[in-house]
């Protein structure tokens, strides 16, 4: 294994935990390239990324360009004198210029087995769509969307207990695999690697507020889904009596609901049941505005009478931040 010199760019948690896999490697990472610090909190105050605070801790040269689509960026990269580049969760488009500097190029590591799911929101859509497998991808970065040569991939199950925060850690861990493994031999990686087949792609889209805001009229699966993708990011909501509720945790209950979605069919220890189309939706966590998240069990411990059976869950409100 030849030890190579390695720029790392890479913003959320997701990217510092390979961050910190490589930094423990035979490799160098010499510099590091993270989004700029982004407003966070009740007070707005400027926030450091996981990627900067990993980098900080450890010294490292830490970069923060809005863009690199300027003319002086590849000559600041170019530095660096990096064998490659490693790109994880960055959110910076880079140029064919800044593609073309390190010796061997960039390497992205895609939290999904491409060309399934292409784009900024892979884990939450795979989880979203039922997925029942994902993994990860390393992969040569060409001038596209996630669609250049595979240098290998790590294959993840996806289990019905999993939400997205529990298969961003599966695929962290795939992914520290996956990148020490074609960093091992990278050029010989890159020489055999497989072209993506294009007619097979799906796009992971970003997110959007609007996707947030539970429709009752579907089956429990679905809405079960969309809870688990959306969890620890943005979270799921209905509005019951004034109340915006943030649904966090929930299962599908065998059995049809015999009333109307959206229902409360009953409530007590074990959960909040709900009826949907053709089924119904057993909800264990959830969180109210300006509240910490709470188990349903330890609601109704305080609230024994919040919730009435027969009551209605609206979804007739616009989906707010």
């Known amino acids: 294994m030849s030890r190579l010199r390695i720029v790392f760019a890479g913003t959320p948690p997701f990217a510092a935990g390979i961050l910190e896999a490589l930094l423990r490697s035979e490799h160098e990472v010499v510099a590091v390239y993270t989004q700029p610090d982004r407003p966070a909190g ?29 003319d002086t960026a590849a000559g600041e990269l170019a530095q660096w004198q990096a064998d490659v580049m490693v790109v994880v969760a960055y959110g910076l488009i880079l140029p064919q210029a800044i593609l073309d500097t390190p010796r061997l190029g960039c390497v ?5 087995l491409l060309p399934r799911w292409r784009g900024a929101a892979p884990i939450e859509r795979a989880l979203m769509a039922g997925d029942t497998r994902t993994g990860v991808t390393i992969m040569q970065m060409d001038k596209g969307l996630d669609t250049g040569p595979m240098l290998c991939t790590e ?14 850690s599966k695929l962290e861990h795939a992914g520290i695999k996956a990148l020490l493994s074609a960093l091992a031999d990278l050029e010989k990686c890159i020489l055999h690697a497989t072209v993506q087949d294009h007619t097979a792609s799906t796009y992971a889209a970003k997110l959007e507020k609007h996707e947030s805001l539970i429709h009752w ?6 809405i079960n889904r969309q809870i688990r993708g959306m969890v620890g990011r ?14 966090l945790a929930a299962s599908v209950l065998p059995g049809i609901a015999d009333c109307s979605p959206g229902t409360l069919i009953s409530a007590d220890r074990d959960g909040l ?8 939706l057993n909800i264990t966590q959830i969180q109210l505005p300006g509240k910490n998240a709470v188990s349903i069990r330890d609601f109704l411990n305080a609230h024994r009478s919040y919730f009435e059976p027969g009551s209605q869950f609206d979804e007739l409100i616009a989906a707010a931040p």
């Open 108 to 112: 992205n590591v895609h939290a999904s």
């Open 217 to 222: 009229g579907q089956d429990a699966r679905v």
């Open 273 to 280: 049941r709900v009826a949907c189309v053709d089924s119904s």
């Open 42 to 70: 009740r007070g707005k105050q400027l926030q450091a990324g996981a990627v900067k605070q990993v980098a900080t801790a450890q010294g490292l040269a830490v970069l923060q360009p809005h863009t690199l689509r300027t």
């Open 234 to 247: 943005q979270p799921t909501f209905a509005q019951y009596r004034l109340d915006r509720i943030r649904i």
């Open 155 to 168: 294959v993840v199950d996806i289990t019905e207990e999993d939400d997205r925060i529990s298969l961003e």
